[in-house]
């Protein structure tokens, strides 16, 4: 039975093709942004239903699948396309075979439909599969970029270092901005430790008592903890929740922690003679032998 | 009365979705940059407090308006524990995590309106107001 299915279906692959492409293109209006060219879309098509016929034909896994749920990712094109392509597929192929055959009934019907099932799940299996297989290995890798530069610290001159922070704190980051900040003060050997949250969007109880802890930690191995970059908005919302933040000193800026970082190891910046006046008194020297 | 948007909380990013949203609706609504923070930090507030005590919940944000003024109204509802002694979860300091203990009064000064019901075993139900001035 299925084979005889199978058969009407190669057959007249160019008519289904047809009836297939013309649904596609309607769906093209409603679901997806008008922004795809009518060519790109047009050839995309082609290439998913050769797929769809390849792989009912070889009954087996193919590498076009692959390469097409491949290329579908890398158009960005939502998996909607995928489901929705193979949906009407099936619909579209179980009308056709009802058509050409002779007599119905219920059982026939039933047969066409688990043919047709028979072709289709596979395929959909496999393609969303690939789909989102390939979106999990991105957000994976994102998470390591992003782990990656969640708590760097620098160590900007000798017995000085910056922690800068930007973005949301988690508690899986509180946990190594501590590792981190404890780990750099003992090798770097400093003295201060400057902690900038300008970069942190919002600073609720959660983040304040990571921070307190941190400095508290860095303070128990005789350094000193600077909390700078505390925006206005943030300096109101801090008072409003009630926070404590008078154990350690805090700053507006980094460049008032970092002056008074120098100041705690005693040094400060000086300025050079400038270039300038050093020329002229050159000029003078020449010119007076 | 503008419909609402709601941000299920069940993982701890969904926090930073939260914050976003209701962040996105203060500014459309034209709160300044002080009172976005505080409404986001409240959020946060919440938010956590759904994540870290009842597992899962949602957070419905809406736009309020009465004769005078608008506003943003936050609710966070759950279906986790409950709250034994709501007069003691009021207190500055009270934890029972290990944190600050300035989360829910923290709330209640960074808002306008603040509003606590609690059955135990059945669930929470926290809803926050701010009113644009």
Request: aromatic share 6%.
């Amino acid at each position: 039975m299925d084979e005889k299915f199978k058969k009407i279906v190669i057959e007249n692959s160019d008519t289904i093709v047809q009836m297939w492409m013309e649904e596609v293109n309607s769906l093209k209006n409603i679901n997806y942004t008008a922004t795809i060219s009518d060519e790109l879309f047009e050839s995309t098509n082609r290439e998913f239903v050769n797929v769809i016929f390849s792989s009912i034909t070889n009954r087996g896994t193919s590498n076009s699948v692959e390469v097409f749920s491949e290329k579908i990712i890398n158009l960005g094109w939502p998996l909607s396309y995928i489901t929705d392509g193979l949906q009407v597929f099936r619909r579209v192929t179980a009308d056709y075979i009802l058509t050409q055959s002779e007599k119905v009934d219920s059982n026939h019907f039933s047969n066409i439909l688990k043919s047709v099932d028979l072709w289709v799940e596979p395929l959909i299996r496999q393609l969303v599969n690939e789909y989102s297989g390939s979106w999990e290995h991105i957000v994976s890798l994102q998470r390591v970029a992003l782990q990656e530069l969640s708590a760097p610290l620098i160590p900007v001159m000798d017995k000085i270092t910056i922690m800068p922070l930007i973005g949301t704190i988690d508690t899986e980051r509180a946990k190594l901005i501590m590792e981190n900040l404890l780990e750099g003060v003992i090798k770097h050997n400093s003295e201060v430790v400057l902690m900038d949250i300008t970069g942190v969007p919002v600073v609720d109880t959660m983040v304040a008592h990571h921070i307190i802890q941190a400095a508290e930690a860095v303070r128990l191995i005789g350094s000193t903890c600077i909390l700078v970059g505390i925006r206005p908005e943030i300096a109101q919302t801090i008072v409003n929740l009630g926070i404590d933040l008078g154990k350690f000193p805090t700053k507006s800026s980094l460049k008032k922690g970092f002056t008074s970082a120098l100041e705690i190891t005693n040094r400060k910046v000086v300025d050079l003679e400038s270039k300038e006046a050093s020329i002229e008194k050159m000029i003078d020297s020449l010119q007076g032998e | 009365m503008k419909p609402q948007s709601c941000v299920n909380i069940n993982k701890e990013w969904d926090i930073v979705g939260a914050r976003q949203v209701g962040r996105d609706m203060a500014k459309k609504l034209g709160f300044g940059t002080v009172d976005q923070a505080r409404i986001a930090t409240a959020i946060s507030e919440l938010a956590r407090n759904i994540y870290l005590y009842a597992d899962s919940g949602q957070i419905c944000f809406e736009v309020i308006e009465n004769m005078q003024q608008q506003g943003i109204c936050m609710t966070a509802i759950d279906t986790g524990p409950g709250i034994e002694d709501i007069s003691q979860v009021m207190q500055d300091g009270y934890t029972t995590s290990g944190g600050l203990g300035a989360g829910l009064p923290g709330v209640k000064r960074l808002m306008d309106e603040f509003d606590l019901k609690s059955e135990e075993g059945k669930g929470t139900k926290i809803k926050a107001v701010k009113w644009l001035r």
